[in-house]
Nanobody
């Protein structure tokens, strides 16, 4: 079965950093678009960062641009989200998702989703 598993969430203070990992199994990340999404309490799901496994190109939502960095390790089938300068408004459940594509997909039409990892940022 194709799976995505997030890890690295936790509780941090305002201004601190955290790195999330998304490890895949059942397939290799040769030609995929990988996205990080989040759902804050009382809000809809928001796409925040995307990367193409084919060329390494990436995109970010304005809410995280300049603070978050998405990277991919194709050999380890793992995608990372480095989150710096975290703010209380970043508190959310973070999900990774993957879909087969030769380009970045910025919709929520992804084929594979992880279960999410909680990130809580305290003031």
């Amino acid at each position: 079965q194709l799976r995505l598993v997030e890890s690295g969430g936790g509780l941090v203070q305002d201004g601190e950093s955290l790195r999330l990992s998304c490890t895949t199994s059942g397939f290799t990340l040769d030609y995929y678009s990988i996205g990080w999404f989040r759902r804050a309490p009382g809000k809809g799901r928001e796409g925040i960062a995307y990367i193409s496994s084919s060329d390494g190109s990436s995109l970010y939502a304005d809410s995280v641009k300049g603070r978050f960095t998405i990277t991919i390790d194709n050999a380890k089938n793992t995608v990372y989200l480095q989150m710096n300068s975290l703010r209380p408004e970043d508190t959310a459940v973070y999900y990774c998702a993957a879909t087969e594509a030769a380009w970045i997909v910025t919709t929520e039409e992804y084929d594979y989703w992880g279960q999410g990892t909680q990130v809580t940022v305290s003031s």
